[in-house]
């Protein structure tokens, strides 16, 4: 990428114009540009091939008039939101189109995407199942496999286990730098705020890997040379789906500081590596199946160790599945969380109870709130008001 603005300068501003400039320059250049949407997408796949992914997400702020035609209203309004946009032609630069089975109301939008949205070379229904089990790495497997023979049928190339180790390579080294830069707001007075850190997931999701690193450690950089901040309120966790609309902004907006989260856009995009020095397409498998952090996939606990007919207790069970959001809290010193279900989002509503327990458990209060994808930004916002301030007593 050209250009003399570095760092946090430049994520504001790609945002501000458009975020797929770059991925568009790179279609008119002869690159295959493929959208996916959530977080079981082996990207590793798509780059070894040279294709560039990028992200889909919706938009908050337009109304849903096109997708309204074609599915219901109770269903979820972020997948919902990026249908819409799509209909309308907004990511109409995208030569390819890849949608896992991540959850039912992106499985069912998928049922008549391809028939109202047809124009596109390659389109593709990833299977990935819901259990992290023998059986379901199984399945996995079968298909990564038919992934990979569909991506060389399009391209006409070999993905060959080179270009793939060197693929994941670049993809955990991301992973690092954003562990790295997260790692920074455990100071403290974090020196990024959670505002930001969304806008670069956002932009770093919108360019090749290779470039969104550059772009990594650019803002590391940035960062790492700041004037120290004050603290400016309660350190808050932040749990849900995909929260590239305004939740975060509004959460800092009434005073707290978002120092962590377990989000789609968040932490579950890189807080697992793909193991090395095994088999790449194991390796894939496991990180993107067994590691998930997403309330879709059911992690099994295992079983060594138990009696015959012995079971886990309900405590062992949610320490096992959601332990994650603990040690989130205790390392990133949370005096609280938050956590925001889309409305009809049944993975994380189900989920709600265990994930509530986990954190109250070692005395993390928490908040839950839900609404749509666009938010009631008044009502929401008297709330988290008033539950900050029960922080602050």
Same mark, same amino acid.
């Given at each position: 990428?050209?250009?003399?603005?570095?760092? @946090?300068?430049?994520?504001?501003?790609?945002?501000?114009?458009?975020?797929?400039?770059?991925?568009?320059?790179?279609?008119?250049? &002869?690159? $295959?540009?493929?959208?996916?949407?959530?977080?079981?997408?082996? +990207?590793?796949? +798509?780059?070894?091939?040279?294709? %560039?992914? %990028?992200?889909?997400?919706?938009?908050? !702020?337009?109304?849903?008039?096109? *997708?309204?035609?074609?599915? /219901?209203?109770?269903?979820?309004?972020?997948?919902?939101?990026?249908?819409?946009?799509?209909?309308?032609?907004?990511?109409?630069?995208?030569?390819?189109?890849?949608?896992?089975?991540?959850?039912?109301? =992106?499985?069912?939008?998928?049922?008549?995407?391809?028939?109202?949205?047809?124009?596109?070379?390659?389109?593709?229904? #990833?299977?990935?199942?819901?259990?992290?089990?023998?059986?379901?790495?199984?399945?996995?497997?079968?298909?990564?496999?038919?992934?990979?023979?569909?991506?060389?049928?399009?391209?006409?190339?070999?993905?060959? /286990?080179?270009? #793939?180790?060197?693929?994941? %390579?670049? $993809?955990?080294?991301?992973?690092?730098?954003?562990?790295?830069?997260?790692?920074?707001?455990?100071?403290?007075?974090?020196?990024?705020?959670?505002?930001?850190?969304?806008?670069?997931?956002?932009?770093?999701?919108?360019?090749?890997?290779?470039?969104? !690193?550059?772009?990594?450690?650019?803002? @590391?950089?940035?960062?790492? !040379?700041?004037?120290?901040?004050?603290?400016?309120?309660?350190?808050?966790?932040?749990?849900?789906? *995909?929260?590239?609309?305004?939740?975060?902004? +509004?959460?800092?907006?009434?005073?707290?500081?978002?120092?962590?989260?377990?989000?789609?856009? &968040?932490?579950?995009?890189?807080?697992?590596? =793909?193991?090395?020095?095994?088999?790449?397409?194991?390796?894939? !498998?496991?990180?993107? @199946?067994?590691?998930?952090?997403?309330?879709?996939?059911?992690?099994?606990?295992?079983?060594?160790?138990?009696?015959?007919?012995?079971?886990?207790?309900?405590?062992?069970?949610?320490?096992?599945?959601?332990?994650?959001?603990?040690?989130?809290?205790?390392?990133?010193?949370?005096? &609280?969380?938050?956590?925001?279900?889309?409305?009809?989002?049944?993975? $994380?509503?189900?989920?709600?109870?265990? *994930?509530?327990? *986990? #954190?109250?458990? $070692?005395?993390?209060?928490?908040?839950?709130?839900? &609404?749509?994808?666009?938010?009631?930004?008044?009502? @929401?916002?008297?709330?988290?008001?008033?539950?900050?301030?029960? #922080?602050?007593?």
């Amino acid at each position: 990428m050209s250009g003399e603005k570095k760092g @946090l300068v430049r994520v504001q501003e790609m945002l501000a114009t458009d975020r797929f400039a770059r991925a568009k320059e790179l279609r008119q250049e &002869g690159k $295959h540009v493929f959208g996916y949407v959530c977080c079981f997408v082996p +990207l590793e796949m +798509l780059t070894a091939l040279d294709i %560039v992914p %990028v992200r889909l997400l919706g938009d908050p !702020n337009e109304p849903q008039t096109e *997708a309204d035609k074609h599915v /219901e209203t109770i269903m979820c309004s972020f997948i919902r939101s990026v249908f819409d946009i799509d209909l309308k032609g907004r990511f109409s630069f995208l030569d390819g189109l890849v949608v896992p089975h991540s959850c039912d109301s =992106v499985c069912m939008t998928w049922g008549i995407w391809p028939y109202y949205n047809d124009r596109r070379a390659f389109k593709y229904f #990833l299977n990935v199942p819901h259990s992290a089990t023998d059986t379901g790495e199984e399945l996995m497997s079968h298909a990564i496999q038919d992934f990979k023979e569909k991506l060389e049928k399009f391209t006409g190339k070999i993905l060959t /286990e080179d270009a #793939l180790c060197s693929a994941i %390579v670049q $993809h955990n080294r991301q992973r690092a730098l954003l562990k790295e830069l997260y790692n920074l707001r455990k100071e403290p007075a974090a020196p990024i705020t959670g505002t930001e850190v969304k806008q670069l997931l956002i932009a770093i999701m919108s360019l090749p890997v290779d470039e969104g !690193n550059a772009l990594l450690e650019e803002v @590391l950089d940035d960062v790492k !040379n700041r004037a120290p901040r004050k603290a400016v309120g309660p350190r808050i966790l932040v749990y849900g789906p *995909a929260m590239d609309n305004e939740f975060i902004d +509004l959460v800092e907006s009434c005073g707290a500081e978002v120092v962590i989260d377990d989000a789609c856009l &968040g932490t579950r995009f890189f807080s697992a590596d =793909v193991e090395d020095c095994i088999d790449p397409y194991l390796a894939l !498998n496991r990180r993107y @199946l067994r590691d998930s952090k997403c309330p879709r996939t059911y992690r099994r606990p295992p079983e060594e160790g138990l009696a015959p007919g012995q079971t886990y207790s309900y405590e062992e069970d949610v320490k096992l599945r959601l332990g994650h959001m603990e040690k989130y809290s205790r390392e990133w010193k949370a005096d &609280g969380a938050i956590f925001y279900v889309i409305r009809f989002c049944d993975s $994380h509503g189900f989920d709600i109870p265990d *994930a509530r327990d *986990a #954190l109250k458990r $070692h005395n993390i209060p928490v908040l839950v709130l839900e &609404g749509d994808y666009a938010l009631t930004k008044e009502q @929401l916002k008297t709330r988290i008001q008033a539950f900050l301030e029960m #922080l602050d007593q």
